[in-house]
């Protein structure tokens, strides 16, 4: 293995209810990827609880980490160094996965390098695109998060659009209404492309998580039945603002509930969902066209989406611009992306010290 130098990236992720490790190869290549979700645990609360996801985190993080490197079939000596999310995220879960990582690299004195968890899911699409190099135009799309920027190079970005805080208060309120005393999410003050799905998934009754139950609901029923708005900001015609759509929905319901309309759950996701997606394709296709960038990827939880995935490709094509995405297991929560990028700042000689911290709300581009 050493007389070809390949780098061996050990990547730990625990930023949410995920916790993941893998072993990365040269940046492209993933030898493991192994994931424990907490998905079944939190769903009993109807969303994550902070608290709850870091002592699972403290519990899996050694056996997921030992797993990822016998399916890799590599020891730690192997390792090139340490890849690990610190931020932005949830502050305990992040700190799990810092800790873990610090005391490896300490342990075995191999280099350390915290990664931003968007960067993360920018670089899935490195996995199984092997001629994608930057610049690109990328749409990361997550629970948390939804950017439109320019992948200028490697770990560097231009933000073009992202969601508004104007719904900071809204999203607060609804989260501690409904759920007292526990912030669900917990790592934004946007309404994100994915807290939305999650927020009218719960008003709708299908519970936690929200985007892959309303995905699947969607498909039975009508995207054109009810005409939920679909939000573009005249004075930064790239930004996202999801609280109106949102909202749109819980007046629908309460109308229906009111009028003794009967409430169609399949149509009311369908129509949610045809709203997001417009909005998610417009305001990317109009960027590669302004910006003449004749690649586009998509990237987060909601880029996993098969509507979205569906009309972004059809936009695509219509307009001449190729279109990457990570495979559905890539764009979810994952610690082989956060290897890819790891190996890329690693390159970039990017190194952490000891006192490496979480910072639960890490902007993109910050060191
Ligand atoms: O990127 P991610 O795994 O975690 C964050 O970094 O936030 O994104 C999670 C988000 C959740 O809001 C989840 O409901 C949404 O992605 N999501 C989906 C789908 N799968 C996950 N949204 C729409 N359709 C899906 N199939
Ligand atoms: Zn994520």
Redesign the pocket.
């Known amino acids: 293995m050493s007389e070809t130098k390949d780098v061996l990236i050990l990547a730990i992720e625990s930023?949410?209810d995920e916790t993941a490790a893998a072993v990365v190869k040269n940046g492209r290549e993933v030898l493991s990827n192994v994931i424990s979700s907490q998905i079944a645990l939190h769903t009993l609360y109807g969303g994550v609880v902070p608290e709850i996801a870091s002592r699972k985190h403290i519990e899996k993080i050694n056996q997921v980490i030992e797993e990822a490197l016998k399916e890799a079939e590599v020891t730690l000596d192997d390792i090139d160094a340490i890849g690990v999310t610190y931020g932005p995220g949830l502050v305990g879960a992040l700190l799990v996965g810092v800790a873990e990582a610090k005391a490896i690299a300490y342990a075995k004195k191999k280099p350390l390098v915290g990664v931003h968890?968007i960067e993360g899911?920018v670089s899935a699409n490195y996995i199984e695109h092997p001629d994608l190099e930057p610049p690109f135009l990328c749409e990361i799309i997550?629970?948390?998060h939804t950017h439109l920027v320019i992948v200028k190079d490697y770990g560097s970005f231009e933000i073009l659009g992202r969601t508004r805080d104007d719904a900071a208060g809204e999203a607060f309120d609804k989260v501690a209404n409904d759920y007292g005393k526990y912030e669900i999410i917990g790592h934004t003050r946007d309404d994100a492309a994915?807290?939305a799905?999650?927020k009218v998934a719960r008003a709708i009754g299908l519970g936690y998580?929200?985007?892959?139950k309303?995905?699947k609901l969607a498909k039975e029923g009508n995207p054109h039945a009810i005409d939920f708005p679909r939000a573009h900001m005249e004075d930064a015609p790239y930004d996202f603002s999801f609280s109106g759509v949102k909202s749109a929905v819980l007046n629908h319901l309460n109308k229906c509930r009111m009028t003794g309309e009967p409430i169609v759950e399949a149509d009311i996701a369908a129509s949610f969902q045809q709203a997001v997606v417009d909005v998610l394709v417009d305001n990317a296709i109009r960027a590669a066209k302004d910006y003449h960038m004749d690649r586009l990827a998509i990237a987060?939880?909601?880029a996993?989406?098969?509507a979205l995935r569906a009309a972004m490709e059809a936009a695509c094509e219509k307009e001449g611009i190729r279109f990457y995405r990570p495979s559905p297991i890539f764009c979810?929560?994952n610690a082989a992306m956060i290897g890819v990028a790891a190996y890329y700042e690693y390159r970039k000689g990017t190194r952490h010290g000891w006192d490496l911290n979480a910072v639960p709300n890490l902007k993109l581009g910050e060191r």
């Not at 998580?209 to 892959?212: F, L, N, S, T």
């Open positions: 930023s949410c968890h899911h997550s629970g948390g994915g807290e799905f999650d998580p929200g985007g892959p309303i995905d987060g939880g909601v996993s989406n098969g979810t929560d």
